[in-house]
């Protein structure tokens, strides 16, 4: 099984600001299988980013994926006050699916 | 409006049984996999099992392996999870989630709101 470690933990940052997100899997993900998915509390996840890179329907250019094999970042270029919520990354490249444990955004 | 609403959670006990429904509108329901997704209380998001878009194909956490089901019924746009010999640490939100395509090993592009299962004693 691959096992997703997302850092930091929680991240404390202000609107305007620049968000990076890691996330590092124990073994390379094939082919960029990767996702990346927002949740605000109470609300059911919300898909951002699959392939590794490219954007879901109607996301806002402000966030991008980058990376390969063992390491995925999402960026935030500039937080907007809605953007303040847990993020998760998920692969579905090898048996079985599995996702990070979650990073959560807060305003400082 | 693409939707999923799902039923059935609730209280039971350890060794019991559940089955949960998702209800599919305002998409082709049998153009798309499907899968079912859990968040305990203060955890993360965590995979329970998928099945592609006429049920051919499917798969399961080796956590619920054995004791849980996976079904769809097509002609009425439902998903269900049919859960046996629940443990107290399946006590989660269960999310039914679209996969992009017919298959169920993919990203999930809509989700439920959930249904949360609880289990004590």
């Known amino acids: 099984e691959i096992v997703l470690t997302q850092s930091p933990g929680t991240l404390s940052l202000s609107p305007g600001e620049r968000a990076t997100l890691s996330c590092r899997a124990s073994q390379s993900v094939s082919s960029s299988y990767l996702a990346w998915y927002q949740q605000k509390p109470g609300q059911a996840p919300r898909l951002l980013i699959y392939g590794a890179s490219s954007r879901a329907t109607g996301i806002p250019g402000r966030f991008s994926g980058s990376g390969s094999g063992t390491d995925f970042t999402l960026t935030i270029s500039r937080l907007e006050p809605e953007d303040f919520a847990v993020y998760s990354c998920?692969?579905?490249?090898?048996?079985?699916?599995?996702f990070g444990q979650g990073t959560r955004l807060e305003i400082k | 409006e693409v939707q999923l609403v799902e039923s059935g959670g609730g209280v039971a006990r350890p060794g019991g049984s559940l089955r949960l429904s998702c209800a599919a509108s305002g998409f082709t329901f049998d153009d798309y996999g499907m899968s079912w997704v859990r968040q305990a209380p203060g955890k993360g998001l965590e995979w329970v099992s998928g099945i592609n878009w006429n049920g051919g194909s499917i798969g399961y956490a080796d956590y619920v392996k054995g004791r849980f089901t996976i079904s769809r019924d097509n002609a009425k746009n439902s998903l269900y999870l049919h859960m046996n010999s629940l443990r107290v640490e399946d006590t989660a939100l269960y999310h039914c989630?679209?996969?992009?395509?017919?298959?169920?090993?993919?990203?999930?592009?809509?989700w439920g709101k959930g249904t949360t299962v609880t289990v004590s004693s």
């Open positions: 989630a679209r996969n992009p395509t017919g298959a169920y090993y993919y990203d999930m592009d809509v």
């Open positions: 998920q692969q579905y490249g090898d048996s079985p699916i599995t």
